[in-house]
Nanobody, 118 residues
């Protein structure tokens, strides 16, 4: 599967932004999907995860209650809706895919930059 992330940009604190990740390939509906981010000078960190059918969703504590991760298996997309953004949400955001029965995210998009600043 190939992944293409988009939707990043500059937003003021308290604002909202929606990232989108478009996938190729017919197997998308079987993949578990995740979003990660990497702030300047820091290691990449987990943000959110959704199972293939959307039945289980997990969020990092730092974004819980502010971010959601909807997916559309018909359109082969997974999004990251980010509300009440904070400066510490700044970073490059990556979408990633996990094959069934795999413990690792084996497929990654190219990343999209989100900057939260006034």
């Amino acid at each position: 599967v190939q992944l293409q992330a988009s939707g990043g940009g500059l937003v003021q604190p308290g604002g909202s932004l929606r990232l989108s990740c478009a996938a190729s390939g017919r197997a998308f509906k079987h993949y578990r999907m995740g979003w990660f981010r990497q702030a300047p000078g820091k290691e990449r960190e987990f943000v959110a995860h959704i199972t293939d059918n959307g039945g289980y969703i997990l969020y990092a504590d730092s974004v819980k209650g502010r971010f959601t991760i909807p997916r559309d298996n018909t359109e082969k997309t997974v999004s990251l809706q980010m509300n009440n953004l904070k400066p510490e949400d700044t970073g490059v955001y990556y979408c990633a895919a996990r094959r069934p029965f795999s413990n690792d995210y084996g497929y990654w998009g190219q990343g999209t930059l989100v900057t939260v600043s006034s």
